[in-house]
Structures are given as structure tokens and as C-alpha cells.
């Protein structure tokens, strides 16, 4: 009977040597999240303003882009529109052809 208390009581101890851990574990966790929020604050604003600013070039790097587009599409409108409108050949035996949507 010795040998199942001896057994027993160790198995307490390392039950509690393991609680024990964990929670310095999470006492330590919380003051070096709380240490690094208080140091990295500055350096936090500081990312965020450089990531706008890439954010800044983007968009208007694709502003400029589409605007070259839309130039594109009003070339191309006007000279359909300067060329006007060609009389297709028909062929007198065909019929008039209705597509399907």
C-alpha cells in the first residue's frame, strides 16, 4: 500500500508542478503582449502610414490607367463614327438571320 500512495502523491505533485507552469505561462504571455503594445505603438502608426501611402501610389497608378483606356474607347468611337456606316453586301437569296440569345 506504500508503493500506491508514493505513486499517487507523485502523480499530485506533477499535476500541480504542471498547473503551476501553464499559469506562469500565461502570466508571462500577458506582461510581454502588454510590453510590446506599450513599445510598438509608434512603430504601429508609423507602418500603418507607409502602407497608406503604397495604398496612395496604387490607386492612382490605376487611375492614370484607366483613364488611358477610356482615351482608347474614344478614339476608336470616333473614327466607327468618322468612317460611317458601310453598306454590308447582302446576298438577295438569303434571309434575314435572327441569333439566339
Known sequence: MPLRMLIEEFLVFAGLMATLGCITKII???????????????????????RLGRLEQAVDATAIEVERIAEGQRFTTK?????????VASDPGRGRVVTPH
Open 28 to 50: 508571462l504571455t500577458t506582461l510581454n503582449r502588454r510590453r510590446a503594445i506599450a513599445d510598438g505603438s509608434v512603430t504601429t502608426l508609423n507602418e500603418i502610414a507607409q
Open 79 to 87: 473614327l466607327l463614327a468618322e468612317r460611317g456606316h458601310q453598306p
